[in-house]
Every structure is written in structure tokens, then in C-alpha cells.
């Protein structure tokens, strides 16, 4: 199901205020914040606000000020774009673009979904392509749906010379827009030798950067591509490395300024215009978003200069179509009360094959190679929207992350250690098999003997003939879960979004069911409530 939304954020300002919607949700965050209502989380700075704040005269009637009731019944990962579609119908504008991203709210694109399509509406974002994890598709939707507020920006790629130029004036308040420079210590393999996975604990020193988190925050970084890869790029272009573009040379602008996969679509309309008749076809008719060689979903940058062979693009405009290569983030592994300085990830690498060639995910790979100890590394933290510790230390939490999912709760449990928290903390673990994918084994047995682990459930998928999975675990001890929940306990969920955080949502429905004695759907209710509560929060992707 979706990640948990956070709390309404209380309506401190009367209708009649001379603000914008937009406006006017900002400013009610920022109050209640700062009167300590609700939660108080905004999604803009209050620097990005006042920017926003000076950038629309207080008056102005703009395509904010619709009228709409706010409702998002779209604003959920796990429903598919499509479907968000229709949930969106009849809806304004923006609102349909907001259901045109990826719900994630993760902030790779520098905004919430909400703010996102709130500031493409009034043209103050021309990107159309930032959402990471809506990919093409939601780059596509979002350009369709622009062409209600005119023609849609030639060329929303536009390279930066130099990486990323901050669209708000910079502070010392470290942001997306805005990173720090942090230094890359080091990285530790988490599996043993023989494991179908690669997975790092990473070691960053925030040491001299004005860096500051709280658990259940994540870590955004700005990642750069292989050289291997750029180098494919450039002999396949034909292009000289040190071809001149903004100052910068195009193996420079093609290591860390420009996505190298998926090929984006005004890549293929580069192509259309440079190519004539069958392929001409087949440019366009991959820039429409078609399929015409049951291929596309394999094209990355490379593979499509590949598809077009002896075709030379002018090396400006071809990286002009390309994406702009973004940040990435992942869930904080520690605490800053245990490692002052320091912040810990746990990153699964990803590498998959298409055809004879290895593709490698740009980020996951940076970290687990290509970057060396004692390098700097582009770096901010992401506030978590509604992950995070209960405020009263004595209310007991229930953490369930298997693989990387793990990685928040490692950071909880040093957070609780350090403040001596006298809640009970009980921790799901699961991974492939385990011998081999055992994360933090040693760390966790420590935790346990000084009991600061209340209880350590284990579900390993491929140590037995049939899968076994942290659910199953879950359901097998489900008495004990539902006495915990009878005593007030938070559930906390991360790691995969697609099918492991729904399968755990059913399992626990199913406990609530069995075990509280409720019909199926006063389970689902109560587990419903629980999410409005914020006793069950969700960090998934
Ligand atoms: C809030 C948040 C927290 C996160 N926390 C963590 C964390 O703690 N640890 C962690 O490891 N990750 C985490 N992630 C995921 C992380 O941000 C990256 O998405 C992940 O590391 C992959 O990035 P990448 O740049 O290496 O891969 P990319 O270059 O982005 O490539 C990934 C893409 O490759 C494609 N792909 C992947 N596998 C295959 C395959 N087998 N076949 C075909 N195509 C494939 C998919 O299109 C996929 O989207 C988190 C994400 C979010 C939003
Ligand atoms: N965006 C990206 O490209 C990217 C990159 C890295 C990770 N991720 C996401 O993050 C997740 C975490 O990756 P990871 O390497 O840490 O671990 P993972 O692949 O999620 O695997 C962790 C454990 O979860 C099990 N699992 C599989 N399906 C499940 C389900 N429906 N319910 C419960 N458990 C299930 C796995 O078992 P089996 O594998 O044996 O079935 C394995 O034992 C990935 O699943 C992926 O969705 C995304």
C-alpha cells in the first residue's frame, strides 16, 4: 500500500487570506511548525518557501487558485500510473500532473509530487523529466498534459554546463540544490562469498559540511557515471572526448552531467531529424513512445547510438536530448548520537545483463566501486515525510526490513541505545539465505545480549525448498504481534515497495483479523487507523 502520508498539516490561516493555495499550504506548514502543530513538516525550506513567497505577487489569480479540495486519492506508489490517471479526471491541471509522478515524495527531483506539478503549472520548473522512479512514463504524461498550458519546453533536458545550478539562491542550508561536500570513507561487503548479492555498508564523513539528520532520514547523493561507459558513448558517437560544451569537455559533461540510461525520447526525435527513411520512421516512432523493435525497454543511451549506426549527432545537441543525471537517495543507516560525523548506508549493488553487455546501476555501483576512500562526494539529507522514532522513548516499535530494508533500523536501534530508551524493539530481519546475507549479524547478537533487541525474527527465502518471507514470520508469531500492537507498539516497514511492503500490509490485516478478533475489514480499518495515527509508517521505494 502507500507510503504513510504525513498528518494534515492544521489550516492556521482563514480562506479569505490573500494567498495562493500553494501559498497558503506553505505558510500553514511553516506556522504550524513553528507553533509545533502537527508535525510541522513542510515540504519546501522555509528558504525555498520565502523564494516561492517573493516569486507570486500575493494577489495574483493564478492556476493555483482552483478551488480544488486537495484530496489525492492518486498519491500512492503502489497504484499504477494509468490508474492514477483516472483517479485524477476532472481534476485540475496540476493535480494531474501531480498523479503523473511517482507518489514516492522521495525529493530526488528537488520537490514533493505536489510542489513539483504546483511549480511546473506556473512555469517556474520548464523540467519535465526529474521524476526518478516515474521514468519515462511519467516524463511522457507530464509533457502530453503540458500541452494545456502551451507547447511544452523544447528542450527540458537543457545540460548544465557545470552539474546541477541551484534553482534557489544558496545558503548554507544544505539541499538537493544546494549539496554539501562530504568525504566517502569506505565501503564493507555485507554478504559473504558465495551470495547471489552485493550489498555495502558505506561509510560517509560529514565532518566540515553543515549536514545535520535525524533517523529515518534519508541521504541524497549525486552519483557519476561509469568511465567505461562514457568512453562507449563517446567512440559510438564519434565525437571528441574533449569536444567543448559550456566550458566543460563532453567526457566531463557525460561522466556527471547527463543520464546514460534510459535513452529519453528527444534522444529518438534527435535521431528522426538526422536520419531519413525506415529509421527516420522508427526514430519517431521510438520518441512517440512506441515499440516498433520489441526493444525499447532495453535501449539505454548507448544501445540506441548503437541502433542508428554511422548517424552523427552534433555532440551539443546530443547531449542537449539527454536527461539530466540526478541524485539518488538511501535510508540513513545510523545515528548521529552514535557516530557523530558520520552518517551509514546499506546499499544492494545493481547489475543486470541485456545481451552480451552488463548494465550497471549508476549509483548503487558508484558507491560499491568506482568512488575511492577519502574522496569527496556530493551530498544532502532528505527529511523523512513521517519516518521516524515514536516521541515517548517507552512505546514499544515493531521494524520489519528485510534486505536493504534494514537499513533505518539499524539506525533506530543505535538512536534508542544512545538515549537509553526504555521501549521494547522487535525487528524482522529477512534476506536470500542465512549463511550468506545475514546483515549486521554480530551487531544484532550485541544488541540482544545487552536486551536491547527485545526480540529478532528471522525469515530466510532460499535457505529451504519453499520461500519463506519476513510475513510468514510474522504470521507464525502473530499472537505475540497483536499483544504488542494491544500495548501501543509502532510498526515501522522499508525496503522493497512493490510486493514485499503489500504482502506485509495484508499479513498484519490478517493478524489483526485472527488474533483481535475483527471481520476482515474492521482489520483493515484498524490498520488503516493505525497509519492516521502514524503507528504505522512506511519507508519503502
Ligand atoms: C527514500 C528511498 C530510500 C532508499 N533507500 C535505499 C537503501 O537504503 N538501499 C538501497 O540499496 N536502495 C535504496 N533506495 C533505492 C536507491 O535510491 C536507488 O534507486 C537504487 O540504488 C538504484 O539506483 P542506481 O542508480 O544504482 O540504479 P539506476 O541507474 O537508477 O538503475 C535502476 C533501474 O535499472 C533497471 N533495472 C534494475 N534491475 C533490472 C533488471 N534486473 N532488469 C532490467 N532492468 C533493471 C530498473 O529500470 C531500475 O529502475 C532508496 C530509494 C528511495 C526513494
Ligand atoms: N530502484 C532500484 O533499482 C532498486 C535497487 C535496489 C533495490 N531496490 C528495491 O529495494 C528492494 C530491496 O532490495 P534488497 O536487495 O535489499 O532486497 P530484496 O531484493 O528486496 O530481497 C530481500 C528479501 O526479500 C525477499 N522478498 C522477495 N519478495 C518478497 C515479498 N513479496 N515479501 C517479502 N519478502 C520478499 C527476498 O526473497 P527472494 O529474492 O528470495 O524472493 C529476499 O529474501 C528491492 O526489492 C527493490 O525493489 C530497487
Known amino acids: 500500500m502507500s507510503q504513510t502520508l504525513p498528518p494534515p498539516i492544521p489550516q492556521l490561516l482563514p480562506d479569505s487570506a490573500p494567498f495562493t493555495a500553494e501559498q497558503r499550504a506553505w505558510l500553514n506548514g511553516f506556522f504550524a511548525g513553528y507553533l509545533g502543530l502537527g508535525d510541522g ?15 507570486v505577487p500575493a494577489a495574483a489569480k493564478g492556476p493555483l487558485d482552483d478551488d480544488d479540495d486537495g484530496d489525492a486519492p492518486w498519491h500512492d506508489q503502489a497504484i499504477v500510473l494509468p490508474e492514477r490517471m483516472k483517479l485524477a479526471e476532472g481534476r485540475p491541471l496540476r493535480r494531474r500532473m501531480m498523479a503523473a509522478m511517482a507518489q514516492q515524495d522521495c525529493g530526488q527531483c528537488g520537490y514533493n509530487c505536489e510542489d513539483y506539478s504546483n511549480l511546473i503549472v506556473t512555469k517556474k520548473e520548464e523540467r519535465l523529466n526529474l521524476c526518478v522512479p516515474g521514468g519515462k512514463d511519467t516524463a511522457r ?31 548554507t542550508v544544505i539541499t538537493r540544490n544546494n549539496p554539501a561536500s562530504a568525504t566517502f570513507l569506505s565501503r564493507t561487503r555485507l554478504n559473504r562469498p558465495g551470495s547471489e548479492k552485493e550489498t555495502w555498508h558505506i561509510e560517509i564523513d560529514l565532518n566540515g559540511t553543515a549536514i ?40 566531463e559533461v557525460l561522466i556527471d552531467g547527463v543520464s546514460l540510461a534510459p535513452a529519453p525520447d528527444m534522444l529518438f526525435q534527435l535521431y528522426s531529424y538526422l536520419t531519413g527513411g525506415a529509421r527516420r520512421q522508427k526514430a519517431k516512432a521510438l520518441a512517440a513512445g512506441e515499440d516498433p523493435d520489441d526493444d525499447a525497454a532495453t535501449l ?14 552534433d555532440p551539443e545537441a546530443f547531449i542537449e536530448s539527454l536527461d539530466p543525471l540526478q541524485p539518488r537517495l538511501y535510508s540513513i543507516a545510523s ?33 560499491g566501486g568506482r568512488i575511492k576512500p577519502n574522496t569527496p562526494l556530493r ?26 530494508g534494514v537499513a533505518p533500523f539499524r539506525a533506530f536501534l543505535h538512536e534508542r541505545m544512545a538515549t537509553k530508551a526504555k521501549g521494547r524493539n ?10 550468506f546475507d545475514f546483515f549486521y549479524e554480530d551487531e544484532f547478537a550485541g544488541m540482544k545480549a545487552i536486551g536491547l533487541l527485545t526480540r529478532l525474527s528471522l525469515a530466510w527465502s532460499r535457505d529451504g525448498e519453499q520461500k519463506f518471507y519476513v510475513q510468514d514470520r510474522m504470521r507464525e508469531v502473530g499472537r505475540d504481534l497483536w499483544a504488542w500492537l494491544t500495548d501501543g507498539a509502532h510498526v515501522y516497514v522499508c525496503g522493497d515497495a512493490k510486493r514485499m511492503a503489500k504482502d506485509v500490509e495484508r499479513a498484519l490485516v490478517d493478524i489483526v483479523a485472527q488474533h483481535g478478533a475483527r471481520t476482515q475489514d474492521q482489520a483493515v480499518a484498524f490498520v488503516g487507523e493505525l497509519k492516521k495515527q502514524g503507528r504505522y509508517q512506511q519507508d519503502v521505494y
Open 426 to 435: 522487535w525487528l524482522f530481519f529477512g534476506h536470500q539465505r542465512s549463511a
Open 141 to 171: 504524461m507530464l509533457k502530453s498534459l503540458y500541452e494545456e498550458l502551451g507547447k511544452a519546453p523544447e528542450r527540458p533536458a537543457a545540460v548544465p554546463a557545470t552539474p546541477e545550478p541551484p534553482a534557489l539562491p544558496a545558503t
Open 379 to 404: 551530498c544532502y539529507v532528505q527529511k523523512a515525510h513521517a519516518f521516524g522514532l515514536p516521541a515517548d522513548p517507552a512505546t514499544p516499535i515493531i521494524m520489519i526490513g528485510p534486505g536493504t
Open 300 to 313: 539505454d543511451v548507448l544501445a540506441a547510438i548503437e541502433k542508428f549506426p554511422g548517424v552523427r549527432p
Open 212 to 251: 545535520g539528520y535525524t533517523v529515518g532520514d534519508s541521504f541524497g547523493l549525486f552519483p557519476t557515471n561509469e568511465p567505461a561507459l562514457v568512453d562507449a558513448v563517446i567512440r559510438a558517437l564519434g565525437g571528441p572526448p574533449d569536444f567543448p560544451i559550456g566550458g566543460r569537455t563532453l567526457r
Open 41 to 55: 513538516v513542510t515540504a519546501l525550506s522555509p528558504e525555498e518557501g520565502a523564494a516561492l513567497m517573493a516569486g
Open 335 to 367: 545515528s548521529p548520537k552514535v557516530h557523530a560525523g558520520r552518517v551509514a548506508l546499506t546499499v544492494d549493488t545493481v547489475r543486470y545483463k541485456i545481451g552480451k553487455r552488463e548494465r550497471l546501476g549508476v549509483a548503487s555501483t558508484f558507491l
